[in-house]
């Protein structure tokens, strides 16, 4: 199967930055997408960024203009996380989707890593 493993996160003060890395392994034939989404206490998890496997990105409308998602050839996505806010504290999680070797759909999710902002 498909394994996702979150890197990046941290304390840092408001105004601040951090860049979170999802490293992708397993038997994956292609990548249609990868995202990150947050979880906040309390709250439910939300959308924060996508990269399509042609390079298209969207954002939500929260991080617009301070976040930015790429990816490498190795299947690595970034989140650069600039200007961060106390409200972008929550546990981000890395999200990918595409199709496995044997050319079954998968989607898979990472275990999440710890952003104080």
């Known amino acids: 199967q498909v394994h996702l493993v979150e890197s990046g996160g941290g304390l840092v003060q408001a105004g601040g930055s951090l860049r979170l890395s999802c490293a992708t392994s397993?038997?994956?034939?292609?990548?249609?997408?990868m995202n990150w989404y947050r979880q906040a206490p309390g709250k439910q998890r939300e959308f924060v960024a996508r990269?399509?496997?042609?390079?298209?990105t969207n954002y939500a409308d929260s991080v617009k203009g301070r976040f930015t998602i790429s990816r490498d050839n190795a299947n690595t996505v970034y989140l650069q996380m600039n200007s961060l806010k106390p409200e972008d504290t929550a546990v981000y999680y890395c999200?990918?989707?595409?199709?496995?070797?044997?050319?079954?759909?998968?989607?898979?999710w990472g275990q999440g890593t710890q952003v104080h902002g």
């Open positions: 999200n990918v989707n595409g199709e496995l070797l044997r050319r079954a759909q998968f989607v898979s």
């Open positions: 397993g038997s994956i034939f292609s990548i249609s997408a």
């Open positions: 990269i399509t496997s042609g390079g298209s």
